[in-house]
């Protein structure tokens, strides 16, 4: 199941390590492995990263299920991620959730109807001077407002 692109790209993270930690790699094998799979882990492939890491699957279990970054079941192309911490809360997250829950038609752990987006809501994103944030990709957009969450909606509907 993993592909051979992907245990390359593995095996780069596992060089990092003494050879007797290569269990360390864990974190990016599950990245490697979610992204490959279009947003998402299952058992299955954890699994997999266990017997390749030559690791109990427990130990693998724990980390996807302990970081937010992974994903158990399908996400939309692009994963809104929303900060509702104190200091996004104190400049108004709620109302960018509610713009976003408006004018995507889903909550919180759903995918719009046409596999585009999907809602998330996060803990932190570390950016609370420029808040509220959300995180899309790799990409910070910050100060957010709906003028600006429209043109993001729109701009990420342009590129697809």
Known sequence: MISEAARADIDRWVEKYPEEQKQSAVMAALRI????????????????????????????????????????????KHKLC???????????????????QEKLDIGFGEVTEDGMFSLKEVECLGACVNAPVMQVGEHYHEQLNPEKIDRLLDELRQES
């Open 82 to 100: 929303v900060c509702t911490n104190i200091s996004c809360m104190l400049r108004n997250s709620k109302g960018v959730v509610d713009h976003l």
């Open 33 to 76: 492995v979610q992204d490959e799979n279009g947003g998402s882990i299952t058992t299955e492939m954890m699994d997999e990263v266990a017997a390749y890491l030559d690791m109990p699957p427990i130990n693998v279990y724990e980390v996807a299920t302990f970081y937010s970054m992974y994903e158990h079941k399908p996400v939309g």
